[in-house]
């Protein structure tokens, strides 16, 4: 009977608490106007089922290594190229290496850092909601920038908010500590996340490729040697 009992508790993800108000409302709504039109009260039910699954947090086990840069969300790999990064960070005076993953309304929406680190600056800023597919969301677009440093390198990411998503939600402050894959923050709806490293980088993904969050390696700092260890988070 326990072994059943845990086999039925792997079926449910947890839900992040950010996503209960909204869950409320499309039960409550379902409730309330499945009264006045019976479809109505399925279709809600429907919707609250997937603010349910939108707003799930699974466990993800995190490859450890020196110089490994790990995803820091679910997504597709839409842009892997060189630019300016955003001037708020004041991470540096010439291009950098971009890698973006884009979040659509399915995708798990908890971010997670990509290495580990110390939060040096946490820069809010407001701006437009263009689809955040598009290159100018990154200059356009309200956006979250986190700068970590890692000792050695220093790596910005970038929560930026688009068509749908209009809430960027943090979990951590300037002068945190973070460990590779750790949680700190989540878009709610949809949206982008860049990640700006220093040229020369090892990529290690392609353009279209599907990342996890704090599961799939973006890129190596290191040379490239030396064995992964894991850890579950």
Same mark, same amino acid.
């Given at each position: 009977?326990?072994?059943?009992?845990?086999?039925?508790?792997?079926? @449910?993800?947890?839900?992040?608490?950010?996503?209960?108000?909204?869950?409320?409302?499309?039960?409550?709504?379902?409730? $309330?106007?499945?009264?006045?039109?019976?479809?109505? @009260?399925? !279709?809600?039910?429907?919707? #609250?089922?997937?603010?349910?699954? !939108? @707003?799930?947090?699974?466990?993800?086990?995190?490859?450890?290594?020196?110089?490994?840069?790990?995803?820091?969300?679910?997504?597709?790999?839409?842009?892997?190229?060189?630019?300016?990064?955003?001037?708020?960070?004041?991470?540096?005076?010439?291009?950098?290496?971009?890698?973006?993953?884009?979040?659509?309304?399915?995708?798990?929406?908890?971010?997670?850092?990509?290495?580990?680190?110390?939060?040096?600056?946490?820069?809010?800023?407001?701006?437009?909601?263009?689809? $955040?597919?598009?290159?100018?969301?990154?200059?356009?677009?309200?956006?979250?920038?986190?700068?970590?440093?890692?000792?050695?390198?220093?790596?910005?990411?970038? &929560?930026?908010?688009?068509?749908?998503?209009?809430?960027?939600?943090?979990?951590?402050?300037?002068?945190?500590?973070?460990?590779?894959?750790?949680? !700190?923050?989540?878009?709610? @709806?949809?949206?982008?996340?860049?990640?700006?490293?220093?040229?020369?980088?090892?990529?290690?993904?392609?353009?279209? &490729? #599907?990342?996890?969050?704090?599961?799939?390696?973006?890129?190596?700092?290191?040379?490239?040697?030396? $064995?992964?260890?894991?850890?579950?988070?």
């Amino acid at each position: 009977m326990n072994d059943i009992m845990q086999s039925i508790r792997r079926i @449910f993800v947890p839900i992040r608490k950010e996503g209960y108000p909204f869950i409320g409302i499309a039960f409550a709504l379902g409730i $309330a106007l499945g009264f006045l039109w019976q479809p109505l @009260f399925w !279709f809600l039910m429907l919707i #609250t089922v997937w603010v349910c699954y !939108f @707003f799930r947090d699974p466990a993800r086990v995190t490859p450890v290594r020196d110089g490994l840069v790990v995803s820091p969300a679910d997504g597709r790999i839409s842009m892997i190229t060189t630019v300016m990064p955003p001037p708020e960070t004041g991470l540096s005076p010439t291009p950098l290496l971009r890698i973006s993953v884009f979040m659509n309304v399915f995708d798990c929406h908890v971010n997670r850092a990509p290495v580990p680190g110390r939060i040096s600056r946490i820069v809010y800023t407001p701006g437009l909601f263009l689809n $955040a597919e598009l290159d100018k969301a990154s200059e356009d677009n309200e956006r979250n920038a986190l700068v970590i440093e890692t000792g050695r390198h220093t790596i910005g990411v970038v &929560q930026i908010a688009g068509l749908v998503a209009r809430r960027i939600v943090g979990w951590v402050s300037e002068g945190q500590t973070v460990a590779v894959g750790e949680r !700190f923050g989540l878009i709610r @709806f949809g949206s982008r996340v860049d990640v700006y490293l220093p040229l020369g980088t090892e990529v290690l993904v392609g353009v279209g &490729q #599907t990342a996890i969050a704090g599961e799939t390696p973006l890129a190596d700092l290191g040379p490239g040697s030396g $064995a992964r260890s894991f850890v579950k988070a």
